[in-house]
C-alpha cells in the first residue's frame, strides 16, 4: 500500500522532499502544511529549479494549513511518515504538540533540521514511536513564496534517535531511504546518526552565524578580510573539539581542512546558508539548535570555546533584535 506522508514546515527544504516524496508515491498521499506561502501553493503547486533533479518541475501535492486540515482530509487514514522541515525553533505551541492530531502507534517522526540536541522533546512527546534523526545536504532558498532553487548536491544521512532504539525503528530508517531512492533522492542510514550530526554542525555552526552576521554568502565574506578563513576555521576547531569531548574522534582537524575545502572550491558568490535567509528576512534564526546547544556542551564537558561564545552573544543580540523589530510591527 502507498504510505501517507504529512510534511510539517513547506519552506526550502519541505519543498524539495514534498518533490521527491511526490514522485515516491501519488502527490495524493502527500499531505503538506503550508503557512506563509500557502495562497500560491494551494493554487500553483510547488516548483523546483534544480542543478541536480531538473527545471521547473512542478508538483501538486494535498496542500493544508494546519495539521487538524490533514487529518481531517486525510478520512482517518493514519500517516505512516511526518516529516519535520520546519526550523528547529522553540515555538508555542510547540511542534510536537501541533503534530499530535497525526500521530497514530504505527507513526515514524522523521526531522529534517540542522544543529546538535533536536530531538528530545519529540522522544518525549511521542515515546514509543520512531524517531529518525536527518542530516542534509542540500543547500536550497525558496526564492519565492512556492519556489525553490537547489544546486550542488543533495543527500541525506538518516538514523534512529537514539541510536539504540528497538530494530522495528531501524527497519523505519530502511523504509523511508527505500522511499527517498524511489523518488530520486539520495539517503544513506547509520548505526550512529549523532557522528553525522557534529560532523554537518562544523559547517552549519561556522558558516550559518557568520554568513548571517556578515550579511555575505560563504565566499563573500572568505574574501572579505585576511581574518575571515581562520574566524571560520577557528569557530570549526571549536565544534571539533565539542565533538571530540562527546565521543566522536573522528570529528577531526582533517574533517575540519575537508569542510573547509569544500565551500573555498565554491565560484563566487557562494552558498547562501539557510541562517542568513532568515537574518535578511528579518526571522528568528535556528540560535540554540546550532550555537547554543553545542556551547552548552561544551560547557558541561569542560571545552574553552571562546569564538564560539562570542558568535553566540552577537547571534543572540541580532536574534532579539528580530523579535523586538516583530513586536512593534503587533
Ligand atoms: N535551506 C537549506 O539550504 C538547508 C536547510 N537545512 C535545515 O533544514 C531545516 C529547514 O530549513 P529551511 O527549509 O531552510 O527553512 P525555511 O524557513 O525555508 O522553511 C521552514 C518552513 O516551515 C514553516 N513553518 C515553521 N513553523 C511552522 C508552523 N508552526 N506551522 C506551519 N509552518 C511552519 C515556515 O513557514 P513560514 O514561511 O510561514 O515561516 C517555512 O515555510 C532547518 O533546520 C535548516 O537548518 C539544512 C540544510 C540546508
Ligand atoms: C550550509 C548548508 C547550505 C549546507 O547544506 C546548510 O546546511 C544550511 O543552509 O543550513
Known amino acids: 500500500?502507498?504510505?501517507?506522508?504529512?510534511?510539517?514546515?513547506?519552506?526550502?527544504?519541505?519543498?524539495?522532499?514534498?518533490?521527491?516524496?511526490?514522485?515516491?508515491?501519488?502527490?495524493?498521499?502527500?499531505?503538506?502544511?503550508?503557512?506563509?506561502?500557502?495562497?500560491?501553493?494551494?493554487?500553483?503547486?510547488?516548483?523546483?529549479?534544480s542543478t541536480i533533479f531538473g527545471?521547473?518541475?512542478?508538483?501538486?501535492?494535498?496542500?493544508?494549513?494546519?495539521?487538524?486540515?490533514?487529518?481531517?482530509?486525510?478520512?482517518?487514514?493514519?500517516?505512516?511518515?511526518?516529516?519535520?522541515?520546519?526550523?528547529?525553533?522553540?515555538?508555542?505551541?510547540?511542534?510536537?504538540?501541533?503534530?499530535r492530531p497525526a500521530v497514530s502507534e504505527s507513526t515514524t517522526i522523521a526531522l529534517i533540521q540542522n544543529g546538535i540536541g533536536i530531538e528530545d522533546i519529540y522522544r518525549s512527546a511521542f515515546p514509543s514511536n520512531p524517531i529518525l534523526s536527518c542530516v542534509v545536504y542540500l543547500p536550497a532558498t525558496q526564492v519565492r513564496p512556492g519556489t525553490v532553487e537547489h544546486r550542488e548536491v543533495e543527500?541525506?544521512?538518516?538514523?534512529?534517535?537514539?541510536?539504540?532504539?528497538?530494530?522495528?525503528?531501524?527497519?523505519?530508517?530502511?523504509?523511508?531511504?527505500?522511499?527517498?531512492?524511489?523518488?530520486?533522492?539520495?539517503?544513506?542510514?547509520?548505526?550512529?546518526?549523532?557522528q553525522s550530526r557534529w560532523s554537518k554542525l562544523l559547517v552549519n555552526a561556522a558558516w550559518n552565524p557568520i554568513c548571517a552576521l556578515s550579511r555575505s554568502r560563504d565566499m563573500q565574506f572568505l574574501q572579505s578580510s585576511p581574518y575571515a578563513l581562520d574566524l571560520v576555521k577557528g569557530v570549526m576547531l571549536e565544534i571539533a573539539a565539542v565533538a571530540q569531548a562527546s565521543g566522536y574522534p573522528s570529528i577531526s582537524s582533517e574533517v575540519v581542512d575537508f569542510q573547509i575545502s569544500r565551500a573555498t572550491a565554491r565560484p563566487l558568490p557562494g552558498v547562501e546558508p539557510s541562517m542568513l535567509a532568515d537574518a535578511a528576512a528579518g526571522r528568528n534564526m535556528e540560535v540554540d539548535a546550532i550555537v547554543g546547544n553545542p556551547l552548552r556542551i561544551a560547557e558541561a564537558k569542560g571545552v574553552d570555546t571562546p569564538l564560539l561564545k562570542t558568535v553566540y552573544a552577537l547571534l543572540s543580540g541580532l536574534d532579539g533584535s528580530f523579535t523586538r523589530a516583530r513586536q512593534s510591527r503587533g
Do not use: W
Request: aromatic fraction near 6%; charged fraction near 15%; include cysteine.
Open 1 to 49: 500500500m502507498s504510505p501517507r506522508i504529512l510534511i510539517f514546515g513547506t519552506g526550502s527544504i519541505g519543498a524539495v522532499y514534498t518533490y521527491v516524496l511526490c514522485r515516491a508515491t501519488k502527490p495524493v498521499n502527500v499531505f503538506t502544511v503550508c503557512r506563509s506561502n500557502y495562497d500560491v501553493v494551494s493554487k500553483q503547486g510547488l516548483t523546483l529549479n
Open 55 to 99: 527545471q521547473n518541475l512542478n508538483v501538486r501535492p494535498q496542500v493544508v494549513r494546519t495539521v487538524d486540515e490533514a487529518v481531517a482530509a486525510s478520512e482517518g487514514k493514519p500517516f505512516d511518515y511526518v516529516i519535520v522541515t520546519a526550523k528547529a525553533i522553540a515555538s508555542t505551541p510547540s511542534i510536537p504538540d501541533q503534530l
Open 155 to 194: 543527500l541525506l544521512h538518516i538514523g534512529t534517535y537514539p541510536s539504540t532504539a528497538p530494530s522495528a525503528h531501524k527497519d523505519s530508517a530502511d523504509k523511508l531511504a527505500a522511499l527517498l531512492h524511489a523518488g530520486g533522492a539520495s539517503a544513506e542510514v547509520h548505526d550512529d546518526i549523532q
